[in-house]
């Protein structure tokens, strides 16, 4: 190990392990918060910039990211689960090479205990930015090591690795998903003629790509979009059930595919993050009978803002994004104006920035160098005016509205219930 390395791992059951030297420093909460930020450039020169030129710079907003607490929660359990994960495969103990060389059933390996987390949250509302954000901070997705014990040649290290629940919700395309998306990160063909072959079993699939991310030592797996597991409840049944108060119950499109989830955490020992929409991750969670599965390393919930006075949006979020404004009269930072940008988006944090920069554009297209509150109301009925009807149901919290979007509406099960009051 080297020096720098030796300083930083400050925790005994870390030390002497390359696996986790090639994860970098600990970060501290303060350094977390730092590294998470993206500030675009502030508007400068705005005056002497045309309105063409000025629409393309108000694009780079698309980047503004000022984490949460949330933000950093995720952030941290993440880290705590990949370096435990490490803990338990030293690659100098010869336990940890057999199940890579095909002894699953050593009696000798010290077996590590399930590790996942879960994210979940309503579209928009920032938990996949949160999840990648915070896995951009490792020095890299792949790290080379130039010499590995129990290897001749460099072995590739793979640390993390997303990949979507395919919308048909079966194993085999999951397969296809996990794999490309192993050989996209590692610059390889190793899956190459499996994807391509016309006879695909899933479960053999799953199996093939496991052996193979295990010896390459993945440390964490990202699933994302996990309501694919099930079918969706069709419109009409949706607003029958919520006319009930209750929430139709969601079918499993195959058996096979969870069971192979619940074999990456209870066998296979590589650490998850699961996320997805509220409705797909409660009945997720139903499905495997108990939630502590998905949330050993943590459970956390990205909600959207509800009102102006929340702490985060007015004393951190929304200063911020009141400097980025290109207009010559740019509107003052009132709790007024914070109000109406809460309420023209839903609390979404994703709408918020396409109406702030639609809002411009409607200047822009009026030829005025000034923003004004009609600004924001004209694009949200027009340039965002798809997205109004969402946010008219979000923002109402009634049942018959929110059925209407199967990723909006609650489940009112107990399970769910603990989930919003922040119990579980």
Same mark, same amino acid.
């Given at each position: 190990?080297?020096?720098?390395?030796?300083?930083?791992?400050?925790?005994?059951?870390?030390?002497?392990?390359?696996?986790?030297?090639?994860?970098?420093?600990?970060? =501290?909460?303060?350094?977390?918060?730092?590294?998470?930020? $993206?500030?675009?450039?502030?508007?400068?020169?705005?005056?002497?910039?045309?309105?063409?030129?000025?629409?393309? !710079?108000?694009?780079?907003?698309?980047?503004?990211?000022?984490?949460?607490?949330?933000?950093?929660?995720?952030?941290?359990?993440? $880290?705590?689960?990949?370096?435990?994960?490490?803990?338990?495969?030293?690659?100098?103990?010869?336990?940890?090479?057999?199940?890579?060389?095909?002894?699953?059933?050593?009696?000798?390996?010290?077996?590590?205990?399930?590790?996942?987390?879960?994210?979940?949250?309503?579209?928009?509302?920032?938990?996949?930015?949160?999840?990648?954000?915070?896995? *951009?901070?490792?020095?890299?997705?792949?790290?080379?090591?130039?010499?590995?014990? !129990?290897?001749? *040649?460099?072995?590739?290290?793979?640390?993390?690795?997303?990949?979507?629940?395919?919308?048909?919700?079966?194993?085999? $395309?999951?397969?296809?998903?996990?794999?490309?998306?192993?050989? !996209?990160?590692? =610059?390889?063909?190793?899956?190459?003629?499996?994807?391509?072959?016309?006879?695909?079993?899933?479960?053999?699939?799953?199996?093939?790509?496991?052996?193979?991310?295990?010896?390459?030592?993945?440390?964490?797996?990202?699933?994302?979009?996990?309501?694919?597991?099930?079918?969706?409840?069709?419109?009409?049944?949706?607003?029958?059930?919520?006319?009930?108060?209750?929430?139709?119950?969601?079918?499993?499109?195959?058996?096979?595919?969870?069971?192979?989830?619940?074999?990456?955490?209870?066998?296979?020992?590589?650490? @998850?993050?699961?996320?997805?929409?509220?409705?797909?991750?409660?009945? @997720?969670?139903?499905?495997?009978?108990?939630a502590q599965r998905l949330v050993t390393c943590g459970h956390h919930v990205m909600h959207p803002i509800k009102s102006?006075?929340?702490?985060?949006?007015?004393?951190?979020?929304?200063?911020?994004?009141?400097?980025?404004?290109w207009v010559v009269k740019p509107m003052k930072c009132t709790s007024e104006f914070a109000s109406l940008i809460i309420?023209?988006?839903?609390?979404?944090?994703?709408?918020?920035?396409? @109406?702030?920069?639609?809002?411009?554009?409607?200047?822009?297209?009026?030829?005025?160098?000034?923003?004004?509150?009609?600004?924001?109301?004209?694009?949200?009925?027009?340039?965002?005016?798809?997205?109004?009807?969402?946010?008219?149901?979000?923002?109402?919290?009634?049942? @018959?509205?929110?059925?209407?979007?199967? =990723?909006?509406?609650?489940?009112?099960?107990?399970?769910?219930?603990?989930?919003?009051?922040?119990?579980?």
């Open positions: 190990m080297s020096a720098s390395a030796k300083k930083i791992q400050t925790v005994s059951a870390y030390r002497d392990n390359p696996l986790i030297d090639a994860l970098g420093p600990i970060f =501290d909460p303060l350094m977390l918060l730092a590294n998470l930020t $993206d500030m675009p450039e502030l508007p400068i020169n705005v005056a002497q910039t045309p309105f063409h030129i000025r629409l393309h !710079q108000l694009y780079s907003l698309r980047n503004l990211y000022v984490p949460s607490n949330d933000s950093k929660a995720v952030g941290t359990s993440m $880290d705590l689960m990949i370096r435990q994960g490490y803990s338990y495969k030293r690659p100098g103990n010869p336990e940890t090479w057999g199940p890579i060389f095909g002894d699953r059933e050593s009696h000798h390996q010290r077996t590590p205990p399930a590790m996942s987390m879960s994210v979940i949250g309503t579209s928009g509302t920032g938990k996949t930015e949160a999840i990648g954000r915070n896995l *951009s901070l490792y020095p890299s997705q792949v790290y080379i090591h130039e010499k590995f014990p !129990q290897m001749a *040649s460099e072995l590739p290290q793979l640390i993390f690795l997303r990949a979507d629940v395919p919308e048909s919700g079966r194993s085999e $395309d999951l397969a296809v998903n996990l794999m490309r998306a192993f050989d !996209q990160a590692l =610059d390889t063909k190793r899956f190459a003629k499996r994807i391509e072959g016309k006879r695909r079993d899933g479960p053999a699939m799953m199996d093939e790509w496991r052996d193979v991310a295990n010896a390459h030592f993945l440390g964490v797996l990202h699933l994302d979009e996990v309501q694919n597991f099930f079918k969706i409840a069709t419109l009409k049944q949706r607003r029958s059930i919520a006319s009930k108060e209750n929430r139709p119950e969601l079918r499993v499109i195959e058996d096979g595919m969870l069971k192979s989830v619940l074999s990456m955490t209870n066998t296979w020992r590589i650490p @998850l993050i699961f996320s997805g929409t509220p409705d797909g991750m409660a009945a @997720l969670s139903t499905r495997l009978s108990t102006s006075e929340d702490v985060f949006f007015k004393e951190i979020f929304f200063p911020i994004l009141c400097k980025y404004q309420e023209l988006s839903g609390g979404i944090m994703r709408i918020v920035i396409m @109406l702030w920069i639609a809002a411009h554009r409607v200047a822009f297209d009026a030829g005025r160098d000034e923003l004004r509150e009609s600004d924001f109301h004209l694009a949200a009925d027009s340039y965002l005016s798809p997205l109004k009807p969402a946010v008219e149901a979000l923002r109402s919290d009634e049942p @018959l509205k929110l059925a209407r979007y199967e =990723d909006l509406l609650p489940r009112s099960d107990p399970f769910w219930a603990g989930l919003t009051a922040g119990i579980i």
